[in-house]
Protein backbone atom coordinates (compact mmCIF):
# COMPACT_ATOMS: atom_id res chain seq x y z
CA UNK A 1 0.00 0.00 0.00
CA UNK A 2 1.90 3.05 -1.08
CA UNK A 3 1.54 5.98 1.06
CA UNK A 4 2.27 9.89 1.11
CA UNK A 5 3.92 10.27 4.79
CA UNK A 6 4.24 13.62 6.68
CA UNK A 7 7.82 13.45 7.42
CA UNK A 8 7.81 16.42 10.19
CA UNK A 9 5.48 19.32 11.38
CA UNK A 10 6.17 22.35 8.98
CA UNK A 11 7.01 25.88 9.17
CA UNK A 12 6.83 28.28 6.89
CA UNK A 13 5.61 27.35 3.02
CA UNK A 14 5.36 23.61 2.56
CA UNK A 15 8.10 22.01 0.49
CA UNK A 16 7.66 18.86 -1.13
CA UNK A 17 10.24 17.30 0.28
CA UNK A 18 7.99 17.44 3.73
CA UNK A 19 6.42 14.34 2.37
CA UNK A 20 7.74 11.24 1.42
CA UNK A 21 6.41 8.17 -1.28
CA UNK A 22 6.48 4.92 1.10
CA UNK A 23 5.24 1.05 1.27
CA UNK A 24 3.44 -0.19 3.85
CA UNK A 25 2.78 -3.74 4.05
CA UNK A 26 0.04 -4.45 6.99
CA UNK A 27 -2.92 -5.70 5.46
CA UNK A 28 -6.40 -3.82 5.66
CA UNK A 29 -9.56 -5.90 7.16
CA UNK A 30 -12.28 -4.34 9.04
CA UNK A 31 -11.70 -5.39 12.48
CA UNK A 32 -14.24 -8.03 13.69
CA UNK A 33 -17.71 -6.23 15.01
CA UNK A 34 -16.33 -2.86 13.90
CA UNK A 35 -18.28 -0.64 11.47
CA UNK A 36 -15.26 0.42 9.53
CA UNK A 37 -15.14 0.77 5.72
CA UNK A 38 -11.82 -0.59 3.37
CA UNK A 39 -11.49 1.11 0.74
CA UNK A 40 -9.46 1.85 -2.64
CA UNK A 41 -8.65 5.37 -3.16
CA UNK A 42 -9.57 6.75 -6.84
CA UNK A 43 -9.21 10.34 -5.94
CA UNK A 44 -8.01 12.88 -3.61
CA UNK A 45 -8.38 16.16 -3.05
CA UNK A 46 -5.75 18.87 -2.50
CA UNK A 47 -7.31 21.77 -0.30
CA UNK A 48 -5.33 25.09 1.46
CA UNK A 49 -6.67 23.74 5.21
CA UNK A 50 -4.37 21.00 4.98
CA UNK A 51 -1.58 23.02 5.63
CA UNK A 52 -2.64 23.68 9.27
CA UNK A 53 -2.46 20.48 9.89
CA UNK A 54 1.18 20.15 8.89
CA UNK A 55 1.94 22.02 12.30
CA UNK A 56 1.18 21.17 16.10
CA UNK A 57 -2.35 22.66 17.10
CA UNK A 58 -4.78 22.45 20.06
CA UNK A 59 -8.04 22.90 20.41
CA UNK A 60 -8.48 23.83 16.59
CA UNK A 61 -11.58 22.18 14.44
CA UNK A 62 -9.40 20.29 12.68
CA UNK A 63 -6.60 17.77 14.10
CA UNK A 64 -2.82 18.05 13.16
CA UNK A 65 -1.38 15.01 11.09
CA UNK A 66 0.60 12.95 12.97
CA UNK A 67 4.45 13.18 11.88
CA UNK A 68 5.38 9.39 10.52
CA UNK A 69 2.24 8.80 9.50
CA UNK A 70 0.00 9.15 6.20
CA UNK A 71 -1.51 12.03 5.16
CA UNK A 72 -5.37 12.53 5.33
CA UNK A 73 -8.08 14.70 3.55
CA UNK A 74 -11.04 14.63 1.07
CA UNK A 75 -11.30 11.53 -1.39
CA UNK A 76 -13.37 9.60 -3.91
CA UNK A 77 -13.43 5.65 -3.02
CA UNK A 78 -14.44 2.39 -3.80
CA UNK A 79 -15.62 0.14 -1.01
CA UNK A 80 -13.74 -3.13 -1.21
CA UNK A 81 -14.97 -4.51 2.92
CA UNK A 82 -17.69 -2.79 4.87
CA UNK A 83 -18.46 -3.22 8.56
CA UNK A 84 -21.07 -0.34 7.69
CA UNK A 85 -24.76 -1.46 6.85
CA UNK A 86 -25.16 1.70 4.79
CA UNK A 87 -21.94 0.81 2.50
CA UNK A 88 -21.68 -2.18 0.61
CA UNK A 89 -18.46 -3.68 -1.33
CA UNK A 90 -19.13 -2.34 -4.54
CA UNK A 91 -20.11 1.30 -3.78
CA UNK A 92 -18.34 4.40 -4.83
CA UNK A 93 -18.32 7.27 -2.06
CA UNK A 94 -16.47 10.66 -0.69
CA UNK A 95 -15.67 11.59 2.40
CA UNK A 96 -11.80 11.55 4.69
CA UNK A 97 -9.77 9.09 3.53
CA UNK A 98 -5.60 8.48 3.53
CA UNK A 99 -3.50 9.67 0.96
CA UNK A 100 -2.82 5.96 0.06
CA UNK A 101 -3.77 3.53 -2.31
CA UNK A 102 -6.05 1.84 0.25
CA UNK A 103 -7.28 2.88 3.11
CA UNK A 104 -9.86 2.13 6.02
CA UNK A 105 -12.40 4.34 7.47
CA UNK A 106 -13.48 4.79 10.79
CA UNK A 107 -17.37 5.33 11.69
CA UNK A 108 -16.44 8.77 13.15
CA UNK A 109 -15.21 10.09 9.74
CA UNK A 110 -17.17 11.65 7.11
CA UNK A 111 -18.35 9.74 4.56
CA UNK A 112 -21.06 9.85 1.55
CA UNK A 113 -22.30 7.35 -0.50
CA UNK A 114 -22.07 8.55 -4.18
CA UNK A 115 -25.57 7.61 -5.83
CA UNK A 116 -25.75 9.93 -9.21
CA UNK A 117 -22.83 8.48 -11.27
CA UNK A 118 -23.77 10.66 -14.12
CA UNK A 119 -21.25 12.87 -13.73
CA UNK A 120 -17.29 12.90 -13.38
CA UNK A 121 -16.38 11.31 -10.57
CA UNK A 122 -13.75 13.28 -9.47
CA UNK A 123 -16.55 16.13 -9.15
CA UNK A 124 -16.88 14.74 -5.65
CA UNK A 125 -13.80 16.32 -4.60
CA UNK A 126 -14.95 19.97 -5.96
CA UNK A 127 -18.37 21.33 -7.09
CA UNK A 128 -20.13 17.74 -5.83
CA UNK A 129 -18.10 17.29 -2.24
CA UNK A 130 -16.69 19.59 0.12
CA UNK A 131 -15.49 22.89 -1.87
CA UNK A 132 -18.95 22.75 -3.58
CA UNK A 133 -20.85 22.73 -0.28
CA UNK A 134 -18.37 25.54 0.93
CA UNK A 135 -19.87 27.68 -1.92
CA UNK A 136 -22.61 27.18 -1.36
CA UNK A 137 -23.73 27.26 2.07
CA UNK A 138 -21.09 30.13 2.81
CA UNK A 139 -22.55 31.80 -0.46
CA UNK A 140 -26.37 31.60 0.69
CA UNK A 141 -26.53 30.69 4.32
CA UNK A 142 -23.98 33.19 5.02
CA UNK A 143 -24.18 35.76 3.26
CA UNK A 144 -28.08 36.20 2.87
CA UNK A 145 -27.46 37.55 -1.21
CA UNK A 146 -29.98 39.44 -2.86
CA UNK A 147 -30.84 40.43 -6.51
CA UNK A 148 -28.97 43.07 -7.92
CA UNK A 149 -26.39 43.17 -4.95
CA UNK A 150 -22.68 43.79 -5.55
CA UNK A 151 -20.31 40.53 -4.50
CA UNK A 152 -16.41 40.58 -4.74
CA UNK A 153 -15.12 37.19 -4.77
CA UNK A 154 -11.01 36.21 -3.95
CA UNK A 155 -8.99 33.24 -4.92
CA UNK A 156 -12.20 33.54 -7.50
CA UNK A 157 -11.01 30.70 -9.92
CA UNK A 158 -10.12 28.61 -7.31
CA UNK A 159 -12.05 25.49 -6.66
CA UNK A 160 -14.55 27.35 -3.88
CA UNK A 161 -14.48 31.18 -5.85
CA UNK A 162 -15.41 29.68 -9.30
CA UNK A 163 -18.65 28.40 -7.87
CA UNK A 164 -19.46 31.03 -5.29
CA UNK A 165 -19.25 33.71 -8.87
CA UNK A 166 -21.48 31.07 -10.84
CA UNK A 167 -23.82 30.66 -8.06
CA UNK A 168 -24.01 34.58 -7.74
CA UNK A 169 -24.70 35.16 -11.46
CA UNK A 170 -27.63 32.65 -10.82
CA UNK A 171 -29.26 35.11 -8.71
CA UNK A 172 -28.67 38.34 -10.61
CA UNK A 173 -26.09 39.67 -8.67
CA UNK A 174 -22.84 42.43 -10.17
CA UNK A 175 -20.09 40.21 -9.65
CA UNK A 176 -16.30 40.69 -9.70
CA UNK A 177 -12.90 38.12 -8.88
CA UNK A 178 -9.93 38.28 -7.87
CA UNK A 179 -6.92 35.74 -9.07
CA UNK A 180 -2.90 35.57 -9.61
CA UNK A 181 -2.57 35.38 -13.00
CA UNK A 182 -3.62 36.43 -16.64
CA UNK A 183 -5.05 33.32 -17.35
CA UNK A 184 -7.17 33.38 -14.20
CA UNK A 185 -8.40 36.09 -14.78
CA UNK A 186 -9.40 35.38 -18.40
CA UNK A 187 -11.18 32.06 -16.73
CA UNK A 188 -13.26 34.03 -14.75
CA UNK A 189 -14.81 36.16 -17.24
CA UNK A 190 -14.68 34.02 -20.22
CA UNK A 191 -15.95 30.58 -18.58
CA UNK A 192 -17.58 31.52 -15.46
CA UNK A 193 -19.17 34.54 -16.23
CA UNK A 194 -17.57 36.87 -13.56
CA UNK A 195 -18.92 40.54 -14.77
CA UNK A 196 -15.23 41.46 -14.16
CA UNK A 197 -12.24 40.32 -13.19
CA UNK A 198 -8.57 41.30 -11.95
CA UNK A 199 -5.12 40.49 -11.14
CA UNK A 200 -4.32 41.41 -7.61
CA UNK A 201 -0.33 40.52 -8.63
CA UNK A 202 -0.28 43.89 -10.39
CA UNK A 203 -2.16 46.03 -8.91
CA UNK A 204 -0.45 48.60 -6.33
CA UNK A 205 -3.15 49.70 -4.71
CA UNK A 206 -5.92 47.31 -3.96
CA UNK A 207 -8.05 49.69 -2.18
CA UNK A 208 -7.35 52.17 -6.13
CA UNK A 209 -8.36 48.66 -7.70
CA UNK A 210 -11.82 47.77 -5.72
CA UNK A 211 -13.24 51.61 -6.18
CA UNK A 212 -12.55 51.13 -10.05
CA UNK A 213 -15.02 47.68 -9.95
CA UNK A 214 -16.97 48.95 -7.03
CA UNK A 215 -17.80 52.37 -7.60
CA UNK A 216 -20.66 52.57 -5.40
CA UNK A 217 -19.06 49.54 -2.48
CA UNK A 218 -19.96 46.07 -2.21
CA UNK A 219 -22.89 44.14 -0.15
CA UNK A 220 -21.02 40.67 -0.29
CA UNK A 221 -17.32 39.92 0.32
CA UNK A 222 -16.61 35.89 -0.27
CA UNK A 223 -13.34 35.92 1.67
CA UNK A 224 -10.50 33.49 0.41
CA UNK A 225 -7.26 35.37 0.95
CA UNK A 226 -7.54 38.11 4.56
CA UNK A 227 -4.59 40.40 4.43
CA UNK A 228 -4.17 43.15 2.77
CA UNK A 229 -7.24 42.36 0.18
CA UNK A 230 -9.16 42.02 3.44
CA UNK A 231 -8.09 45.69 4.34
CA UNK A 232 -9.20 47.20 1.35
CA UNK A 233 -12.33 45.49 1.00
CA UNK A 234 -13.88 47.24 4.61
CA UNK A 235 -12.55 50.32 3.31
CA UNK A 236 -15.01 49.46 -0.37
CA UNK A 237 -18.36 47.29 1.92
CA UNK A 238 -21.19 49.86 1.65
CA UNK A 239 -23.49 50.08 4.97
CA UNK A 240 -25.12 46.60 6.04
CA UNK A 241 -22.47 44.60 3.91
CA UNK A 242 -22.05 40.97 4.55
CA UNK A 243 -18.57 39.10 4.64
CA UNK A 244 -18.76 35.46 4.86
CA UNK A 245 -14.90 34.86 6.22
CA UNK A 246 -14.63 31.36 4.10
CA UNK A 247 -10.49 31.26 4.37
CA UNK A 248 -7.91 33.35 4.97
CA UNK A 249 -4.97 31.63 2.40
CA UNK A 250 -2.69 34.35 2.18
CA UNK A 251 -2.05 34.42 5.84
CA UNK A 252 -1.38 30.37 6.69
CA UNK A 253 2.10 30.30 6.03
CA UNK A 254 3.34 32.71 8.12
CA UNK A 255 4.49 32.18 10.99
CA UNK A 256 3.05 35.96 12.33
CA UNK A 257 -0.24 36.57 10.84
CA UNK A 258 -0.40 40.07 9.28
CA UNK A 259 -2.85 42.65 11.41
CA UNK A 260 -5.59 44.18 9.85
CA UNK A 261 -6.25 47.98 9.96
CA UNK A 262 -9.83 48.35 8.86
CA UNK A 263 -11.52 46.37 11.06
CA UNK A 264 -13.16 50.04 12.78
CA UNK A 265 -15.71 49.94 9.27
CA UNK A 266 -17.91 47.07 10.64
CA UNK A 267 -18.97 49.58 12.94
CA UNK A 268 -19.27 52.55 11.29
CA UNK A 269 -20.96 50.21 7.85
CA UNK A 270 -22.71 48.15 10.35
CA UNK A 271 -21.02 45.13 8.88
CA UNK A 272 -21.91 41.84 9.41
CA UNK A 273 -19.13 39.69 8.87
CA UNK A 274 -19.19 35.84 9.94
CA UNK A 275 -16.98 32.55 9.74
CA UNK A 276 -18.14 29.52 9.10
CA UNK A 277 -16.79 26.06 8.66
CA UNK A 278 -18.54 23.62 5.75
CA UNK A 279 -19.07 20.61 8.09
CA UNK A 280 -21.28 22.76 9.77
CA UNK A 281 -23.58 22.72 7.02
CA UNK A 282 -23.74 19.01 5.62
CA UNK A 283 -27.50 18.44 6.39
CA UNK A 284 -28.22 20.58 3.68
CA UNK A 285 -25.85 17.98 0.88
CA UNK A 286 -29.28 16.29 -0.53
CA UNK A 287 -30.64 20.18 -1.23
CA UNK A 288 -27.50 21.27 -2.84
CA UNK A 289 -27.33 18.45 -5.05
CA UNK A 290 -30.79 18.52 -6.18
CA UNK A 291 -29.84 22.00 -7.25
CA UNK A 292 -26.55 21.90 -8.75
CA UNK A 293 -26.77 18.07 -10.65
CA UNK A 294 -29.81 19.00 -12.74
CA UNK A 295 -27.67 22.57 -13.93
CA UNK A 296 -24.24 20.66 -14.60
CA UNK A 297 -25.76 18.54 -16.81
CA UNK A 298 -27.74 21.31 -18.54
CA UNK A 299 -24.31 23.12 -19.25
CA UNK A 300 -25.26 26.17 -16.98
CA UNK A 301 -22.82 25.71 -14.29
CA UNK A 302 -19.48 24.41 -15.33
CA UNK A 303 -16.15 23.35 -13.00
CA UNK A 304 -11.98 23.54 -14.31
CA UNK A 305 -10.13 21.13 -12.29
CA UNK A 306 -6.46 20.67 -12.31
CA UNK A 307 -5.77 17.32 -12.06
CA UNK A 308 -1.98 15.60 -11.30
CA UNK A 309 -1.49 12.42 -12.14
CA UNK A 310 -0.45 9.34 -9.59
CA UNK A 311 -0.16 9.47 -6.11
CA UNK A 312 4.01 10.40 -6.21
CA UNK A 313 2.28 13.32 -7.71
CA UNK A 314 0.32 14.37 -4.93
CA UNK A 315 2.63 16.52 -2.44
CA UNK A 316 3.65 18.70 -5.34
CA UNK A 317 0.13 19.24 -6.10
CA UNK A 318 -0.81 19.82 -2.41
CA UNK A 319 2.16 22.47 -2.33
CA UNK A 320 1.32 24.31 -5.20
CA UNK A 321 -2.21 25.99 -3.62
CA UNK A 322 0.15 28.32 -2.09
CA UNK A 323 2.08 29.54 -4.88
CA UNK A 324 -1.47 29.75 -7.04
CA UNK A 325 -0.14 27.01 -9.66
CA UNK A 326 -3.17 25.02 -9.65
CA UNK A 327 -5.99 26.08 -12.31
CA UNK A 328 -9.39 25.52 -10.82
CA UNK A 329 -9.56 22.73 -8.30
CA UNK A 330 -6.80 20.72 -7.59
CA UNK A 331 -6.86 16.80 -7.40
CA UNK A 332 -5.08 14.06 -7.68
CA UNK A 333 -5.73 10.72 -9.79
CA UNK A 334 -4.52 7.68 -7.77
CA UNK A 335 -6.38 5.07 -9.76
CA UNK A 336 -9.20 5.27 -12.57
CA UNK A 337 -11.03 2.45 -11.24
P1 LIG B 1 -8.05 27.23 -4.44
O1 LIG B 1 -8.46 26.18 -5.38
O2 LIG B 1 -8.54 28.62 -4.66
O3 LIG B 1 -6.47 27.21 -4.34
C1 LIG B 1 -5.76 28.12 -3.60
C2 LIG B 1 -5.55 29.45 -4.38
O4 LIG B 1 -5.30 30.48 -3.43
C3 LIG B 1 -4.32 29.43 -5.25
O5 LIG B 1 -4.55 28.87 -6.49
C4 LIG B 1 -3.98 30.92 -5.34
O6 LIG B 1 -4.68 31.49 -6.44
C5 LIG B 1 -4.57 31.51 -4.06
N1 LIG B 1 -3.49 31.95 -3.17
C6 LIG B 1 -2.43 31.24 -2.73
N2 LIG B 1 -1.64 32.00 -1.95
C7 LIG B 1 -2.20 33.24 -1.92
C8 LIG B 1 -1.85 34.47 -1.30
N3 LIG B 1 -0.76 34.60 -0.54
N4 LIG B 1 -2.66 35.54 -1.48
C9 LIG B 1 -3.78 35.44 -2.24
N5 LIG B 1 -4.16 34.29 -2.85
C10 LIG B 1 -3.38 33.21 -2.69
O7 LIG B 1 -8.49 26.81 -2.95
P2 LIG B 1 -9.97 26.52 -2.45
O8 LIG B 1 -10.96 27.11 -3.37
O9 LIG B 1 -10.06 25.11 -2.08
O10 LIG B 1 -10.00 27.35 -1.08
C11 LIG B 1 -10.22 28.77 -1.10
C12 LIG B 1 -10.29 29.28 0.34
O11 LIG B 1 -11.41 28.70 1.00
C13 LIG B 1 -9.08 28.93 1.19
O12 LIG B 1 -8.76 30.03 2.01
C14 LIG B 1 -9.57 27.77 2.02
O13 LIG B 1 -8.87 27.65 3.23
C15 LIG B 1 -11.01 28.16 2.24
N6 LIG B 1 -11.93 27.07 2.57
C16 LIG B 1 -12.68 27.18 3.70
C17 LIG B 1 -13.61 26.25 4.04
C18 LIG B 1 -14.47 26.45 5.24
O14 LIG B 1 -15.17 25.52 5.66
N7 LIG B 1 -14.46 27.62 5.83
C19 LIG B 1 -13.77 25.03 3.23
C20 LIG B 1 -12.98 25.01 2.02
C21 LIG B 1 -12.08 26.00 1.72
P3 LIG B 1 -4.18 32.87 -7.12
O15 LIG B 1 -3.36 32.47 -8.30
O16 LIG B 1 -5.47 33.52 -7.49
O17 LIG B 1 -3.39 33.61 -6.10
Request: hydrophobic share 40%; aromatic share 10%.
Amino acid sequence: NKQVILKNYVTGYPKESDMEIKNSTIKLKVPEGSKAVVVKNLYLSCDPYMRSRMRKMEGSYVESFTPGSPITGYGVAKVLESGDPNFQKGDLVWGMTGWEEYSIITPTQTLFKIHDKDVPLSYYTGILGMPGMTAYAGFHEVCSPKKGETVFVSAASGAVGQLVGQFAKMLGCYVVGSAGSKEKVDLLKSKFGFDEAFNYKEEQDLNAALKRYFPDGIDIYFENVGGKMLDAVLLNMKLHGRIAVCGMISQYNLEQTEGVHNLFCLITKRIRMEGFIVFDYYHLYPKYLEMVLPQIKAGKVVYVEDVADGLESAPSALVGLFSGRNIGKQVVIVSRE
